[in-house]
């Protein structure tokens, strides 16, 4: 069956209506495409699986910037000495943005163009990545790393420019050498705060007005397999920005120069702001692609008509978006038991476990001694890689077997209590070498050091034959340095560590540069599996949280919700988790390292204390969270999540395969009559 479109309908989409063609709303608002970009080819992208591609994809580069952020934050420290306090502010500036634009831009975005919106939030990323980058073309490499380099060095090869350059601050000294200045600026501060904050505000409209658009415009029985694979792609993302960090770190600030040093030597700097500039180009191609989408997907409009027709939605039934509309809904919300209980729940549990995605490769360096590398390799790859793994098998189950609200808020409770089961054993997953360590935390008011000025001298730690590590060949008492016939550097003349005559010369009290080695491997690799089985487990419930969020309310109140619920998980978990844990592990710290301005970063924790702390704290949370999800349960008895005929509304999705559209709108064909529609 045909039917050409007359003149007075040239911007009218006609669907048969018992019979006869019924007038709906211009049908521009689901052709995809803008300006001179449209056409059939991207009408065929006008799909649900389409969608959830690109807004999987764009959320994992939005993640991928945020982790490669925090991979390079350590070298931006370095290059802008920027002290850590300040930085962990510079890293909440997202949350702040996010919680202040959730609310208001799931409740009055609702009914405008959802996904140029978001495309807008892909953009904001942009701006982010180009405002970080931009510093380093704005203040060079700096003197620090020119210094570094064979061009600016003038020195034939590295011994030279070591011996001629610096003086040795770590052997104890008669006179006091005085404080370490800063000569910061606050410009680059400043500068990634701003960036932060406005890539937040691309966050908040990517969960607020995203979701909501996948939910309306996709069949409830494929939201929970769509949530899961768009989480998935999101959750590739930290993985993929840590490894990014870990290739451009590698190569050195300036690429055109040739350093004197090497990546393992701690002044190296290198090329944080090229990942930026790569993150920019690709997240454009995607933000670029998100905007093509129709404000409202074929699929989902034929949907809404047939609910329409069969007297179960009103056609007319539009909300006045005023602020006083807004508080009532707002009203309604905080008093739907269920979302509030399951937001609560969400907000305990993020709070304790925000603190392990932040300080996970910290604690995997001072607990079990691993390299810098390897912690970031099991926090950002291996451990990430066990989360996806979660989030798909759990839409899986939840796609083919549709468990009850009930059964899901019962699985988040079970989640819970198992993930706090997992938190108590990283509690006595301890390595007795690392806490040992803890005991070479030797003042300068010792007497074999008192009078060596060793205050401001930074951690270099020496090993004695004895296998005692010192924090520095000051603290140790050392008054010179030698090298042995293996190549090794020798601190000589110690006095607090005992004489020893291992190297032929009687009663020499000597020490070997570095720590004394610590084999924590096999705690590592107990730690390393129970922290991979909690990520599967954890990751599993997210989908369902989510799913319970979105039914429990009415759908108009759905962005509203989804940016209420940010706006609470941000004042209750992602601002002040990272300032109450990182508070918690600076009052652990045993050596810091000093400047003139301030007490400067940790060197040395004590592990043991740290460990009992830090995880049982978490562990206190979460617990919270679980009984939270434990009321969720006893009220989610009548909480509806799947369609009782799900074959029904899938009809829309078949009806839209005999509907064909052209670009220009001159044109509407019905190819084939739906028989029984």
Known sequence: MSVDKKPDQEEEFPFLKNGKLAKEKPHKDIRCGFWIFKGPFLQRLATEKAYVLIYGLGGCLMSMSIAYFTGTLTTLEKRYKIPTKLSGLIIVGNDVSMMITSVLAGYFIHKGHRARWIGFGYFTVIIFCLLTSSLHFIYGP??????????FGDYDNSSDFMSIAHKDHKLCMTTDPGCIEQDGTWVPPLVMFIGQFIAGIGISLFWTVGIAYMDDNISKEKTPAML?????????????????????????????????????DPRWLGAWWIGFLVLAGVTFIFAFLMTMFPKELPSAKVRRINLEESGMQDPKEHKDLSISDMVRSIRRLVTNKVYMY???????????????????????????????????MATGAIALGFSAAGVLISGFVVSKYKPSGRAMAAWNACVDFLTVAGILCYVVIGCEGSDKL??????????????????????????????????????????????????RTLFTGCACVAPSNSTGVPNLRYAVDGACPVDCTKEFIIFLVVMCLLKLIGSSSKSTSLLISLRCIKPEDKSLA?????????????????????????????VWGKTCSNKGNCWLY????????????????IF?????????????????????????????DDKVDNIKLNTKGEDVKISEKLENS
């Not at 700096?142 to 061009?151: F, P, S, V, Y």
């Open 342 to 376: 399951n937001t609560f729940a969400s907000s305990f549990y993020l709070f304790g476990y925000f603190a392990y995605w932040i300080y996970t490769p910290k604690y995997i360096e001072t607990q079990y001694r691993q390299s810098a590398s390897v912690a970031t």
């Open 142 to 151: 700096g003197e620090d790393a020119l210094k570094l380099t064979r061009q």
């Open 562 to 590: 989804l940016g209420l619920g940010g706006l609470i998980s941000s004042l209750s978990a992602f601002i002040p988790s990272p300032i109450f844990f990182g508070w918690l592990l600076d009052k652990y710290c045993l």
């Open 624 to 652: 919270l969270g679980g009984i939270f999800n434990v009321l969720v349960w006893h009220h989610a008895e009548d909480l509806k999540i799947f369609d009782d005929e799900p074959s029904e509304s899938n009809k829309a």
């Open 228 to 264: 899961s694979i768009s989480a998935f792609l999101r959750m590739l993302g930290p993985a993929i920005g840590y490894s990014l960090a870990s290739v451009c770190l590698r190569v050195y600030i300036d690429p055109e120069l040739d350093p004197l040093i090497q990546p393992g």
């Open 438 to 487: 803890s005991s070479m935390a030797v003042t300068s008011a010792d007497n074999c050091s008192a009078s060596c000025h060793c205050e401001y001298v930074h951690y270099a730690p020496i090993c004695s034959p004895n296998n005692d590590t010192y924090i520095s060949a000051c603290h140790a008492g050392c008054t010179d340095k030698v090298k042995d016939q293996l190549g």
């Open 606 to 621: 004590d592990t043991e204390s740290l460990r009992y702390a830090f995880n049982l704290t978490t562990a206190l949370f």
